[in-house]
């Protein structure tokens, strides 16, 4: 592997990583890694792998699981721990690599890469609670309690929008927990996949206990689902894909957890800290360009303030700089590829179309430097339906709709009228309207007073309705999806019985 310092790193084929070693694909099949600030500035080749060695994959976790299971949890917490300290030390590095094939600007992926840092150091401290517990028995002289026995070869499948910290938060509690990974990153940011890989490795993880397998999704990952040693599929994506996985993995009869699509609201009253709400808005609708399926895609605002909030958001978005995530000065970098632009392009027509008003943006930019990049402007409409396309589909842009609504109950309404379940944040001053929308928001993450994007460690992270099926992500419910219970029942009497009471 190559360091990436300040400079591009050279163009060469990215590897897979089975049991221990990074080994050249054999498909002879590659697509292109690019910049999507400088789409003529190629970082790199991504080979679609074989299933034939996506199979290898799967035999190697499989081998490597045998052992790696009976190592105990707190020395396998110890590796995941190293890891932290690694990924620490390689800070900048890793940041690099992440703003220039992902494209987000680089105080963002340094925070991305924190974030990461610390899902590791809160996961390997888990390994010291990774257990069960004792229970009464209604029989005198039995001791019953349960264990936590892990599921075996566990696949995680991951996007290119967070291609750190996602990657960083299914592959460490799957490992303290005693399973071994198939890991298969989004083809569009290999290099990051590798540098977790690379840094997991020297933290002194056996060979087999992670391994990395480059490819399509059609191919690679549905290998991965049906693949018989198998034991659970971690996914984070789209609905389309999330859905077809789930019901592979169904069919199996093995667990599934899927992490999908958000569409997630703030709901701003009369009585708000205006200046507040609008810059927690603008920040979580355009930045890391609007990809991240937290990100602030509807303002639900009551009329008598909706004006003064539509001006101060609108301010805000003609305010960022646009531009290379490696410049510092830079406030807002490109969509992550060509398609992804596509896809917010046609939203901004889709808006047009049905009636909405743009009040900033709506258009792709060129001159200059954003000839040679995906890049568009921050985008504001008002006056958006509840049943217009922008307001229900996920754009995953910068793209801001302001939904006006007469009051809170209103509001409330408008707020839970999409299918998605992920996130969302209320601005009031009111403590009776707060947990009314706390209790009554159809989403699993809520906030008040603050944006709907961010999250820590320790706490769990999810969503309900179409944005996600299976256990929580993060927090202390990592390790639900990981793991299995076991309950004992120890008979310590010495007397034959006829079994237990029922």
């Known amino acids: 592997m190559s360091t990436i310092t300040g400079a591009t790193p050279a163009i060469r084929n990215y590897s897979l990583f089975i049991d221990g070693t990074w080994t050249e694909s054999r498909s002879g099949k590659f697509v292109d890694n690019r910049n999507p600030a400088r789409i003529a500035e190629v970082l790199g080749h991504v080979p679609l792998a074989l299933e034939s060695e996506v199979d290898a994959a799967v035999d190697a976790a499989e081998r490597a699981f045998k052992t790696w299971r009976r190592t105990p949890a707190p020395r396998r917490g110890k590796?995941?721990?190293?890891?932290?300290?690694?990924?620490?030390?390689?800070?900048?590095?890793?940041?690099?690599?992440?703003?220039?094939?992902?494209?987000?600007?680089?105080?963002?992926?340094?925070?991305?890469?924190?974030?990461?840092?610390?899902?590791?150091?809160?996961?390997?401290?888990e390994s010291r609670r990774f257990g069960g517990e004792t229970l009464p028995s209604e029989l005198e002289y039995n001791f019953c309690y349960t264990v936590r026995q892990p599921l075996g070869v566990v696949a995680v499948i991951t996007p290119w929008n967070f291609p750190v910290a996602i990657p960083c938060w299914k592959i460490a509690p799957a490992l303290v927990a005693g399973n071994t990974v198939v890991f298969k990153p989004a083809t569009l940011t290999p290099l990051t996949a590798s540098l977790v890989v690379e840094i997991f490795s020297e933290a002194g993880l056996p060979p087999g206990c992670l391994n990395l397998i480059l490819g399509s999704g059609g191919q690679v990952g549905d290998r991965l689902v049906?693949?018989?040693?198998?034991?659970?599929?971690?996914?984070?994506?789209?609905?389309?894909?999330?859905?077809?996985?789930?019901?592979?993995?169904?069919?199996?009869?093995?667990?599934?957890?899927?992490?999908?699509?958000?569409?997630?609201?703030?709901?701003?009253?009369?009585?708000?800290?205006?200046?507040?709400?609008?810059?927690?808005?603008?920040?979580?609708?355009?930045?890391?360009?609007?990809?991240?399926?937290?990100?602030?895609?509807?303002?639900?605002?009551?009329?008598?303030?909706?004006?003064?909030?539509?001006?101060?958001?609108?301010?805000?978005?003609?305010?960022?700089?646009?531009?290379?995530?490696?410049?510092?000065?830079?406030?807002?970098?490109?969509?992550?590829?060509?398609?992804?632009?596509r896809t917010v392009l046609h939203y901004l027509d889709e808006g047009r179309r049905e009636g909405a008003r743009i009040l900033c943006g709506g258009e792709r930019l060129y001159g200059g430097e954003f000839d040679g990049g995906y890049f568009v402007a921050p985008t504001v409409f008002d006056h958006v339906g509840r049943g217009m396309s922008i307001a229900q589909e996920e754009i995953f842009g910068p793209v801001l709709s302001i939904q006006r609504v007469r009051d809170f109950d209103e509001a409330l309404e408008a707020a839970n009228d999409v299918r998605f379940g992920l996130a969302s944040s209320i601005f009031t001053r009111d403590c009776n309207r707060m947990f009314r929308f706390v209790d009554e928001i159809e989403t699993g993450i809520a906030h008040v007073n603050s944006g709907t994007v961010?999250?820590?460690?320790?706490?769990?992270?999810?969503?309900?309705?179409?944005?996600?099926?299976?256990?929580?992500?993060?927090?202390?419910?990592?390790?639900?999806?990981?793991?299995?219970?076991?309950?004992?029942?120890?008979?310590?009497?010495?007397?034959?019985?006829?079994?237990?009471?029922?």
Do not use: W
């Not at 992902?102 to 105080?107: A, D, F, N, S, V």
């Open 79 to 125: 590796i995941v721990a190293a890891a932290a300290a690694i990924l620490a030390r390689r800070k900048e590095e890793v940041a690099r690599a992440l703003t220039l094939e992902e494209g987000k600007i680089l105080r963002e992926s340094r925070g991305e890469v924190e974030r990461s840092i610390n899902i590791l150091d809160f996961i390997a401290g």
């Open 454 to 502: 961010g999250g820590e460690a320790q706490l769990p992270f999810g969503g309900i309705k179409a944005t996600g099926v299976g256990p929580r992500e993060q927090g202390t419910a990592a390790l639900d999806f990981y793991s299995e219970v076991k309950t004992v029942y120890v008979d310590y009497t010495g007397q034959k019985r006829q079994g237990n009471l029922y």
């Open 226 to 341: 049906r693949h018989p040693a198998v034991r659970a599929v971690s996914f984070t994506g789209s609905n389309e894909i999330g859905g077809r996985l789930y019901a592979q993995g169904a069919e199996r009869m093995i667990k599934v957890q899927c992490e999908m699509g958000g569409k997630n609201p703030v709901v701003v009253l009369e009585d708000a800290d205006l200046e507040l709400a609008a810059a927690a808005t603008a920040a979580g609708a355009f930045g890391s360009t609007g990809q991240r399926c937290t990100a602030t895609s509807r303002a639900v605002v009551v009329d008598s303030i909706a004006d003064r909030f539509a001006e101060a958001v609108v301010q805000r978005a003609r305010a960022y700089k646009i531009g290379n995530g490696l410049d510092e000065s830079v406030d807002m970098g490109p969509s992550v590829d060509e398609g992804q632009l």
